[in-house]
């Protein structure tokens, strides 16, 4: 039995999640014939306009690469495909796309659905501390992580940072499309409803949620736990720091490198606004007698 034919797949993504997603296709010898992607954006304090992950690989490896505006472009809408696969892709996928492929528009959800749906099912499990995660592969449909499952895998969590994590389960995931598609095009596999009465949803993370405050105690021994799992989970984006106070100024330090030790947070490394990666008994000894936390 073989897959669908590869070069009439059709890849949705945008991050860096997809992008291991797409490595992984690649070498399971199920590179898309085309790749839908987000447009680029402004970043940066020059605001300068810089193209989403997938869209390099796509142009790395020569795949033609689509950027529309939205889901709805005439772009979009023209394509024809045997199957599609969204991996992160960010934007709302209308029906009259996804249903486009003969055999449809999976989906690649880092979560044991219909646990953690929306857009932080990684980061929330680390959060939470959960033991164990996965993820699974649906149906698209019309509502958010709502459709029905082919399959679903799950592996342990414990001690991962969102970026092993999100790495280990993009892989994951990317095997489980390889092996399903073939019985899927072949009706061998059945997509079943979820139990849609368990289902939780996460919500978005922003910047300054990543912010502790040392002067309440965030290092003690009844927050180490939480703040370390914090640390893990906002590795990449938005990072966890603090702010001190300094020549009158307020300056960001970002927490780089940080262990858990008797249920403590014990901070290693950190990064003052401005200034190079530096062991913290360096920083400690470089601001002492200067130093105060912002109180909130």
Known sequence: MTLPRLNDLVFFGTDEFAVTVLEELSRGNCRPAIIVTSPDTRAGRGRRLAAPPVKLWAEQNKIPCLQPENSRSDLVTSLRSDLGLVASYGQVIPPSIFNSPKYGTLNIHPSLLPKYRGPTPIQTAILNGDAETGVTLMLLDTELDHGPILKAKSCKLKAKSFIEARDNLARLGAEMFIEAAPLWAAGKIKALSQDH????????????????????????????????????????????????????????????????????????????????????????????????????
């Open 197 to 296: 009465t368990q289902a939780t949803y996460t919500k978005k993370i922003r910047k300054e949620d990543g912010e502790i405050n040392l002067s309440q105690g965030d290092t003690l021994r009844d927050k180490g736990v939480a703040l370390y799992r914090k640390f893990l989970a906002y590795r990449g984006w938005p990072g966890i720091y603090f702010f001190i106070g300094w020549n009158g100024k307020k300056m960001r330090v970002i927490v780089t490198a940080a262990h858990l030790e008797n249920n403590h947070f014990i901070i290693d490394r950190v990064k003052p606004e401005g200034k190079k990666d530096m062991p913290w008994a360096d920083f400690q000894r470089g601001v002492k007698n200067h130093i105060y936390f912002r109180q909130s």
